[in-house]
């Protein structure tokens, strides 16, 4: 296990930060406690499918760790701006995430499961100092799908909870944020929708926003569309506004090990002369059970 006070020294250079979002993982939910039968890979685990298949993983990935780079310069240097590490237990569920950013950040997600529940504990923390702490808890329904999501701070209070949708294969197609405080609804999107093709790839994510003056939570007329391979993983990125107007285009290329898991991803920005420039490269190494 990868625990917050593993990340001691700074482990990045001086590179301008990249912080990638972890959920959505990042959106996984979490309650604390200290039931340590819940962390027992032998219990029951209600959720319907597991981590590794979400994530697109084959074989019995125990972890990998992840570095992300901004071009090909930082690769040839390593010189990462990000490096996370996910951490799976033996039935493919997620055991932990942690990520290490430039500015020696550390953030763990511990994850903890009971027959109804995923419990998600969040921790901020930089050189062995915690400075924040949150809990998530997703709710699971009968059939182990989550359908409720919720967010409490340091002293157990809600911040915000979410209702959320699946498809008949247990795949988000809707997330509804619920702010209390009406000055804090705008920090979030207030809904997330996404749609999928026949394998459940997802192929398309619009994002709704709150509109203080109307306090109602309106589109915003941005859609990302992806294309996919057949292993599920995009190819392909448009980002386009008011339906016809291309906000930007994106291509990804991955190198792969022998049983199909990707170590190298390379995100390639095309401008409007269809010129190609590469903005991401992500680098992974596993260990298997």
């Not at 084959?58 to 996910?86: L, R």
């Amino acid at each position: 296990m990868t625990s917050h006070s593993q990340y001691k020294k700074p482990m990045i250079k001086g590179v301008a930060a990249l912080l990638l979002p972890l959920i959505l993982m990042l959106t996984f939910a979490a309650c604390s406690g200290d039931n340590k039968d819940k962390n027992d890979p032998k219990k029951e685990v209600s959720q319907k499918v597991t981590d590794l298949f979400i994530n697109g993983l084959h074989g019995k990935v125990k972890s990998f760790t992840e570095k992300v780079y901004s071009d090909a310069v930082g690769v040839m240097a390593d010189d990462p701006v990000y490096i996370s590490k996910n951490s799976y237990l033996p039935n493919g569920y997620l055991k932990e995430i942690a990520s290490l950013d430039m500015e020696n950040i550390v953030r763990t997600f511990i994850h903890r499961y009971a027959k109804d529940s995923i419990i998600i504990t969040n921790i901020l923390s930089r050189n062995d100092t915690i400075l924040d702490k949150k809990d998530f808890i997703y709710l699971l329904d009968k059939k182990g799908v989550r359908y409720k999501m919720l967010s409490l701070d340091n002293s157990g209070n809600l911040m915000y909870n979410a209702d959320i949708k699946n498809n008949e294969a247990g795949f988000p197609v809707e997330y509804k944020h619920n702010v209390p405080k009406e000055e804090e609804r705008n920090k979030l999107p207030c809904k997330d929708e996404k749609t999928y093709d026949e394998r459940n790839f997802m192929i398309s994510e619009q994002m709704y926003r709150y509109v203080p003056s109307t306090k109602t939570c309106e589109p915003t007329g941005t859609i990302r569309h992806f294309v996919n391979d057949e292993r599920g993983n995009c190819v392909e990125e448009k980002i386009i506004k008011n339906g016809n107007m291309l906000l930007a285009k994106y291509s990804y290329k991955y190198q792969y090990d022998a049983i199909g898991n990707w170590t190298e991803k390379t995100r390639f920005a095309h401008t409007s002369d269809s010129l190609e420039k590469v903005t991401m490269v992500l680098l992974r190494q596993y260990e298997m059970y």
